[in-house]
């Protein structure tokens, strides 16, 4: 008996034939695995490798000064607690990295949502320590603007990205918005360093997005106005930057690091056998590079540089021929974020910028703000997913270099290649 073919229904979508059965976890993990940046994964983790050893021997230091009469602390106890939440922070990691795009902007945007809404709560409920609130504790202690620097990145791409579908859409001054109440906040606790961080972030984002120069300006003009005002309002910004500026006495510890930086030479003094580190206060965390160059040597802190520089410029090479404008930006802010906040750390080590308490992201030693960058990274891994068998029509630097994933019109195949939108 011969099937009846149904009739063609013009404008009506054939149904397409579907699995029976839901992909298994084994299959789900093969083509994660064929479809990320395993260049950028490998960086990442020879980054955190690297740290590990550093907060080995930057711990002492630590332990030493924050021991009392009555409880000594053990040389390697901020060692050991790192190594338990680097162990955390890699599962958080791999398991974003999982995600789709669809489900990454997803989750990156309700965790922007929730992380604003706590950041309200801070000035409110928030301990305070050495004399700003930043924390905030619901059964741990934690700082929201950590977490809510990877949303914050995701859904200003998504807010960006809006002008793809219609591009009267005010996305500029929404993003503007999103930024402004944002910088405010952090202003209250008060975080000078990380609001300059999310206005870095902001700028590269809307530049990149393409929107009216002469919108930008006005916005950028009214920003600096904003700066301007912050150094006469925030005493604790004014006294850092004039310390910077003319060498003043109550934050010594900027000169402090330098000099215990280029203390170990090129080859450093040894794992173990640094001294000045004994003195220099935050030793695991916003100093741990100075530690890297007293006991490493200054090769060693220029191996870390250039892992930082390997990993930004392998994301970007990457997203050279993208052509979903979502990925683009939330791939270039993530990134924006994770190297603007290194290279900011490594130049206040070297001197080269007022103090700011920022650490060496997968390096420094962290219990929240470890999980809160692993968290990033694995947003950062699952928007630069891809389908290494489609390849863009777009050619990019990427190309030019022999690195892109851009097929030729008739190289190899001799046909012009189809169109693929990731």
Known sequence: MTPTMQPYVPGKRQPMHLPRHKLSRWAELKIWWREIDRVLLLLVLLLMSFGTIAVAAASPASADRLSTASETLDPLYFFYRHVAWQVLGLGVMFGVSLLNRDNARRFGVLLAGGMLGLLFLVPIVGPEINGARRWINIGMQFQPSEFLKAGYAITLAWILSW???????????????LFGTIAILMMLQPDFGGTILFAGVWFVMVVLSGVD???????????????????????????????????????DQVDLASRTLLAGGWTGAGYGLGIRKMSLPEAHT???????????????????LLLYLAIVGRVLMR???????????????????????????????????PSKGMTLPLVSYGGSSTIAVCMGVGLLIAVTRRNPFLKSRTKGLGDLIGFGQAESTTEHTGRKPREIFP
């Open 163 to 177: 002008k793809v579908r219609d591009p009267n859409l005010p996305v500029l001054w929404i993003a503007t918005a």
């Open 213 to 251: 120069v002469k919108r930008l300006g006005g916005v950028v003009g009214g920003a600096l106005v904003g700066l301007t005002a912050t150094y006469f309002l925030y005493d604790n910004a004014r006294h850092r930057i004039d310390a910077f500026m003319g060498g003043g006495t109550a934050f």
């Open 286 to 304: 916003d100093y741990i590079f100075s530690v890297i160059g007293e006991e490493f040597g200054l090769i060693a802190c220029a191996v870390i």
């Open 319 to 353: 997203l050279v021929d993208e052509e979903d404008l979502f990925a683009l930006l939330a791939g270039t802010g993530l990134i924006a974020l994770l190297g603007g906040q290194a290279f900011i750390n490594m130049l206040v080590n070297l001197q080269l910028f």
